[in-house]
């Protein structure tokens, strides 16, 4: 599908737009407490515009952005300059070497992959340490009462439920995930700023309550599902 940069970005500086942002922010910083940044490299597939990894830069990453939209990509070189590498390429199947990062990312991408899962098979072979998604829940409020044929990129996408992001996590990576949180579960009008609102929404619930979810894999120093794959190795334990 076609990328209008321009659109995309219009959203978040609508009311609804800025506050659901502000509360996958506090989500982000939520499931990432646990991995050091410094001098850690992170890649996101289907980086976009090069918001998220704005945020992940200011949080002390080494990013990489690689997206498949000429568009994108360019909006995310005028945002972040020389802050980040950024690529033309296809998020299920990149460039880059095994275990060439740290971490991966893949946010708000994976509903919009022809592929998703080898996009999510393949984010877990260009990280060593482990990968994170954020994804949009199927069964929350707000997809029961928004997303039905509006139009919108949101519409576009194919949600899914907590129950099928696990069973895509344990079949794409071998592990089970580490962390995994949501917000927004309330209804699209309730998503504005006031104290009520606020409380509501920005908290953190299980990830098959809100409309927002994201997951942490962690590979360091945890017992795989199933044998590992022919590209990951073994941490070395100090």
């Known amino acids: 599908m076609g990328w209008d940069p321009e659109r995309y970005e219009q959203w978040f500086d609508t009311p609804e737009g800025r506050f659901a942002l502000d509360c996958e922010t506090r989500l982000l910083q939520a499931v990432l407490a646990g991995w050091p940044r410094r001098g850690h490299k992170l890649v996101e597939l289907g980086c976009g515009t090069g918001l998220m990894l704005e945020m992940l830069y200011q949080m002390g990453f080494d990013v990489t952005g690689l997206d498949s939209s000429p568009e994108m990509i360019m909006a995310a070189r005028k945002r972040l300059g020389k802050r980040a590498e950024l690529h033309l390429g296809?998020?299920?199947?990149?460039?880059?070497?095994?275990?060439e990062f740290d971490y991966a990312m893949i946010w708000s991408a994976l509903e919009f992959a022809d592929e998703p899962e080898a996009m999510l098979t393949e984010?877990?072979?260009l990280a060593e340490k482990g990968i994170l998604l954020g994804f949009l829940n199927k069964n929350s409020l707000y997809y029961a009462m928004n997303v039905?044929?509006?139009g919108s990129t949101l519409d576009s996408g194919t949600w899914y439920t907590w129950c099928e992001i696990q069973d895509m996590i344990r079949r794409a990576?071998?592990?089970?995930?580490?962390l995994a949180r949501s917000v927004l579960p309330g209804p699209s009008g309730t998503w504005r700023q006031g104290r009520v609102c606020r409380a509501v929404n920005c908290a953190l619930y299980p990830p098959f309550v809100g409309a927002f979810g994201a997951v942490r894999v962690d590979f360091v120093n945890m017992r795989?599902?199933?044998?590992?794959?022919?590209?990951?190795?073994?941490?070395?334990m100090g």
């Open 90 to 99: 296809d998020g299920e199947l990149t460039p880059y070497g095994d275990n």
């Open 224 to 236: 795989p599902l199933n044998p590992l794959f022919a590209w990951r190795t073994e941490p070395e």
């Open 173 to 178: 990576t071998g592990f089970r995930p580490t």
């Open 148 to 150: 039905r044929n509006t």
């Open 123 to 125: 984010a877990a072979r």
